[in-house]
């Protein structure tokens, strides 16, 4: 059992279903999860609150995915992010790298096994011990 | 004196000299005219002559000319007898003259089914115009496309010129196979977006409901508890009624689901892994190797009753390719290789004999040509037209998605910039042909 507090998540998508699952095996991982349903509201919820990840879906009402990335990397330098989309491909353009967007934090919908976005959070939250 | 007037006048007079003074002008006059038809003669001999030099000269062009034109040009009389005939250059078979007057033009190989020719021939001869016919002809146990134009000349005699095809046929099969291609990697690419979320939706929520059923997680006894209910007996529940299978059963369709989108989205995913200069030897030998250990239950064929002969040319070349997707093609065309044949030899009424595959690598300039060659039942001409449509497959339904020749056509062709065909004869086998650059051109 450890004594760190638990990582916390900010999920960022507008498709309320796949939401309520990537929340779930959150929870039961121990992970606090919030969800937003776009960028604007991400924006000013980080604003406000603290987050160690936030994981996003490119395609969003209004303000892009990418380009929501971009400005939570200058609000919060430390925070990091993973990508969770329904695209087909995803090249990350020189901006998502600079924020730390790596190919392996990458997801593609369907994750066929949900364990591998609480690995890939982990990872990114350095507790990959865990 | 002009000669004839002189056997004129001996006729008359006995003697050229003899005739009346009186006449000497008259005698003058004669002979004047006979020099000058003499002249007029001369010059028409002459301009004759030169007009059929050039003649001669503008036929031995035409000859030439003529001799270069790859149709065969066949004169017959309305009854198909074959009057006179000359090979084309790029013909499959040669036409020599001699060898076949009076033959009639039905019986050559190249005019396809004699029936529709004859109707052919008959509709040109009652047409001004003429008529023209597109057609498949069996010529030395190979099929080749032909198209034939039947001109009525003059009475009685009609010109049927004879083209050979195929090789416009294959490259309009190939235009029409890009575009299906493009259309099915546009639909492919649009659709597989708006499905992802749905299926993530039910993969995600049914994988999470498998785990809340069960009794692993400390946090399912906690919950049970505060509900005051016994996990042990949720779980029993679950299991007895069968939910739990329920579930699995979702999250495995879910799972089919999404690798059948995957599948398709080849079309449309630019590819991201390197390329390798990979000596194809060895990786066409790994991945008969690969389908030989293979054992799969569902397989109603055996690859290791399977023969195979290898002929690779020596010094063949390093190919820059994708490794694992050659792989997937050559497995591809492999494995349903090794099925067509062992249902066809499974017939009772196909003679037993052993199922063989050839596999030939050579390089001409900078391609190299891959062959994979059975002696299965082969493929009629509709299938060989569509056997790398998505979704066309000639097996019933279960048997795979009818994806995997037209991702092998893609692989090959928008991923390495090479060239895919096969050429099948029904009850002799089909040889898959592909070509793909040495140096590679990476999309």
């Known amino acids: ?130 | 004196m002009h000669r004839l007037l002189k056997r004129q006048l001996k006729r008359i007079y006995k003697s050229e000299d003899a005739f009346p003074a009186e006449m000497s002008e008259f005698v003058e006059l004669v002979d004047n005219a006979y020099r000058q038809f003499d002249d007029a003669r001369e010059m028409l001999d002459r301009s004759l002559r030169l007009s059929s030099q050039e003649l001669m000269q503008r036929n031995s062009e035409m000859r030439v000319v003529f001799k270069t034109f790859p149709d065969s040009f066949v004169w017959i009389n309305p009854q198909g007898t074959i009057l006179d005939c000359k090979g084309g250059m790029d013909d499959v078979i040669n036409l020599v003259s001699d060898a076949l007057k009076g033959q009639k033009i039905f019986d050559l190989p190249m005019a396809g089914d004699p029936e529709i020719f004859g109707a052919a021939i008959k509709r040109a001869a009652e047409s001004k115009e003429g008529t023209h016919l597109e057609y498949i002809a069996l010529i030395n146990d190979a099929q080749h496309n032909y198209e034939a134009r039947f001109l009525p000349l003059v009475e009685n005699i009609l010109l049927v010129i004879f083209r050979n095809i195929t090789e416009r046929k294959r490259n309009e099969e190939v235009l029409i196979q890009s575009e299906k291609m493009l259309s099915v990697g546009g639909l492919a690419a649009g659709m597989a977006h708006e499905i992802n979320n749905p299926l993530a939706a039910v993969l995600g929520n049914a994988q999470l409901m498998r785990k809340r059923l069960g009794d692993e997680m400390k946090k399912n006894r906690l919950v049970a508890k505060k509900c005051g209910i016994d996990l042990s007996g949720v779980v029993a529940y679950a299991r007895e009624r069968g939910l739990n299978q329920m579930l699995d059963a979702i999250i495995d369709s879910g799972r089919r689901a999404a690798a059948i989108v995957d599948n398709m989205l080849s079309f449309s995913r630019k590819s991201e892994s390197e390329f390798a200069k990979l000596d194809l030897r060895k990786l066409l030998d790994k991945t008969v190797e690969l389908a030989r250990s293979g054992y799969d239950l569902k397989n109603n064929y055996d690859f290791k009753q399977i023969e195979v002969i290898r002929e690779y040319e020596p010094n063949m070349p390093k190919v820059a390719c994708e490794g694992s997707k050659l792989q997937q093609v050559f497995f591809n065309l492999l494995k349903n290789g090794a099925q067509a044949m062992a249902e066809y030899r499974s017939r009772p009424d196909v003679p037993d004999a052993l199922s063989l595959f050839t596999l030939r690598l050579s390089h001409v300039g900078d391609m190299v040509r891959i062959e994979i060659e059975d002696n299965g039942p082969g493929m009629d001409d509709e299938t060989r037209r569509r056997v790398f449509e998505p979704f066309f497959t000639t097996k019933g339904p279960g048997s795979g998605t009818g994806l995997g020749m037209s991702v092998s056509y893609f692989i090959i062709t928008e991923n390495h910039g090479g060239t895919m065909h096969v050429h099948s004869t029904p009850n002799r086998g089909t040889t898959f042909i592909l070509e793909l650059p040495v140096d590679g051109r990476p999309n």
């Open chain 1, 1 to 130: 059992m450890t004594s760190q507090p638990p990582v916390r998540v900010l999920i960022v998508d507008d498709e309320p279903f796949v939401v309520m699952s990537v929340m779930a095996i959150l929870e039961d991982n121990d992970i606090a999860a919030e969800a937003v349903d776009s960028g604007e509201e991400a924006l000013e919820l980080v604003g406000s609150s603290e987050y160690d990840i936030v994981l996003v879906d490119l395609r969003l009402p209004s303000m892009q995915g990418d380009e929501l990335i971009v400005r939570l990397h200058e609000l919060r330098p430390n925070m990091k992010f993973a990508i969770h989309t329904g695209s087909t491909w995803f090249e990350p353009t020189d901006d998502l790298k600079k924020a730390g967007i790596k190919r392996e934090h990458l997801l593609y919908k369907p994750v066929v096994d949900l364990v591998e976005i609480v690995r890939v959070v982990l990872d990114l939250a350095g507790r990959s011990g865990e």
